[in-house]
């Protein structure tokens, strides 16, 4: 028995959010539901900003890349959730973990740096309208775009990494609905006191700098909506910030409260973890789109034009 237990991990078991049946039956149609809106949601919204020339700007640019952020995200954990809501076989190999995770470290850094970028294309175009175009060139857009995304590449490699180098041989039994870094290392059966430093220093810099950063432009932009002397042009930039604020203390609080609070309960962090793995994938195209005039407009002009059509009733 001492030999067997010594022998190396090569799978786990999910406990879930919940055991009981009942509970579990509910929680899948739950989050079959908000993977379905997810998907459908971000897929639609990328189709119009694709389609429609009126939609060509930065600030669509980048509300693309989280779409494709939020989609990626939402099936690289969800799928897997709702199999084993009904399945009593909650297991999962040791290599399909490791590529959950990358894919999460990835995705979830990235949104971070996202965020932070669209918070400061906000704050250009408020702050700075008159200077906007010469500022926000597509050449800057792309190299914004390109570095969120090799930012979360670099944070994520370095959590994955120290996380799945640590021997695996005691429980197999993680306490969560997926595979995350914190969760894996209360099974690792070695010091793991270097790789929760490291998931810190990469949480510093990949979730607090970011939120810093937004902060500050939505300071930025709070002053300068002040002293608008139009209420409109203070109500239309209100309403536009407005839906990313809420994305952003959503995403980073969950994500703050999981990753830079080692001491917090399991469970709390468990529950928190849907708050940033589910739930902003899939409000992000409804805030964005409904709370969202333009969108709104593509979307009618969309319908009115593409269903008469298919029907026959006008000549396309």
């Known amino acids: 028995m001492r030999e067997a237990n010594q022998s190396q991990v090569t799978e ?9 049946p009942l509970t579990q039956k509910l929680l899948f149609i739950l989050f079959l539901l908000v993977y ?3 998907v459908l949601g971000n897929l639609l919204l990328m189709s119009l900003i694709w389609i429609d020339s009126q939609l060509h700007t930065p600030m669509y640019f980048f509300l693309c890349n ?3 952020d939020d989609l990626c995200l939402s099936t690289n954990i969800v799928p897997q959730v709702l199999a084993h809501l009904l399945s009593r076989n909650k297991i999962i190999s040791f290599t399909r973990c490791a590529v959950q995770l990358l894919f999460f470290l990835i995705l979830g850094s990235t949104q971070c740096v996202l965020l932070s970028v669209m918070s400061y294309d906000r704050y250009v175009a408020i702050c700075k309208p008159l200077h906007y175009s010469n500022i926000m060139t597509w050449k800057v857009c792309v190299q914004l775009a390109a570095g969120s995304w090799t930012a979360g590449i670099f944070a994520s490699m370095m959590d ?3 996380t ?3 021997p695996y041989r005691g429980s197999n039994i993680i306490s969560h609905f997926f595979c995350e870094a914190p969760a894996m290392l209360d ?3 070695a010091d793991t006191h270097t790789t929760e430093v490291v998931i810190f220093l990469m949480g510093v810099i990949i979730l607090l700098i970011p939120v810093s950063l937004v902060l500050v432009s939505y300071g930025h932009i709070i002053v300068t909506v002040v002293k608008m002397k139009s209420a409109a042009g203070r109500l239309k930039a209100f309403s536009t910030c407005g839906s990313h604020l809420i994305v952003v203390t959503l995403f980073y609080g969950s994500a703050t409260l999981t990753y830079m609070t080692p001491k917090s309960s399991k469970e709390l962090k468990k529950v928190m973890s849907v708050f940033y793995t589910m739930v902003p994938c899939m409000i992000n195209p409804i805030i964005y ?7 709104k407009v593509v979307l009618r002009k969309a319908v009115t034009q593409n269903f008469p059509c298919r029907l ?3 000549h396309c």
């Open 289 to 295: 789109s409904l709370r969202n005039k333009d969108v």
């Open 164 to 166: 799945l180098k640590l």
């Open 36 to 38: 379905l809106i997810t």
């Open 160 to 162: 994955a990494t120290f």
């Open 12 to 20: 786990f078991f999910l406990l879930g959010l919940s055991d009981d």
């Open 187 to 189: 099974l690792a059966s």
């Open 312 to 314: 026959g009733i006008i």
């Open 66 to 68: 989280l779409s494709l």
